[in-house]
């Protein structure tokens, strides 16, 4: 079975510092795309950044990085000098064919 | 549009009712998918189509549930005699059909069941 695993149900992170979100998966594919999505409670899921699974350099966006080991069949999400807008949901997901698979999410509360 | 619009944001519906959600996508996108969530969890794939074609139902529960996208473009999800284990958010999302870059989600529909 395909699944995405995200050890962290919650986080808190102090405004202005860093955080760093886990997330392992398990694909038997070689052709797949990893993704991490924020959900605030408007319920939209929002694409925060992608990773293509054929590519060695990690993808960073801003104040938020990865740090992909397809070896170890891990997608870290790290996001730096964390602001209150960044409070939500985050899920990790992969993308094989045309369907994604998603983790359970880790709850990010940013104190001020 | 300049997003993926749902309606409605909310429904109730009485244990045994039929419901129909709906789903308007970004206008061009090609690809159309339906997504689950049950509270505290991570979206499920429901189904997928490719312009007016059904490609993928292999997520629909059961044979309860149907979508259909009949002109390539707003596409409802219907879910018959509802259930309460039907009490979810449903997630509608579109994208151009290039695989990797990600999709455009919706607010989703609130279901209740009761």
């Known amino acids: 079975a395909q699944t995405v695993t995200q050890s962290q149900p919650e986080m808190s992170v102090q405004e202005a510092e860093t955080v760093t979100l886990s997330c392992t998966y398990d694909t038997s594919e070689s052709d797949y795309y990893l993704f991490w999505y924020k959900q605030p409670p408007s319920r939209q899921m929002i694409l925060v950044i992608r990773q293509e699974a054929y590519k060695q350099q990690n993808a960073t966006e801003n104040r938020f990085s990865v740090n992909f080991q397809k070896a170890a069949k891990s997608f870290s999400l790290k996001i730096s000098d964390s602001q209150l807008g960044d409070a939500a949901m985050y899920f990790c997901a992969y993308e094989v064919g045309s369907r994604l698979t998603f983790g359970e999410g880790t709850q990010l509360t940013v104190n001020p | ?114």
Not at chain 2, 20 to 34: E, K, M, N, T, Y
Not at chain 2, 60 to 84: C, N, W
Request: net charge positive.
């Open chain 2, 1 to 114: 549009g300049a997003g993926v619009s749902q309606s409605p944001r909310y429904k109730v519906a009485k244990r045994g009712q039929d419901v129909a959600l709906r789903c308007d996508p970004i206008s061009g996108h090609v690809s159309l998918f339906w997504y689950q969530q049950a509270l505290g969890q991570g979206p499920e794939f429901l189904t997928y189509f490719q312009n007016e074609a059904q490609l993928d139902k292999s997520g629909l529960p059961s044979d309860r549930f149907f979508a259909e996208r009949p002109e390539g473009s707003v596409s409802t999800l219907k879910i018959q005699r509802t259930q309460q284990e039907d009490s979810a958010v449903y997630l509608c999302a579109s994208s151009l059909g290039h695989r990797g870059y990600g999709y455009t989600f919706g607010s989703g529909t609130r279901l209740t069941v009761v």
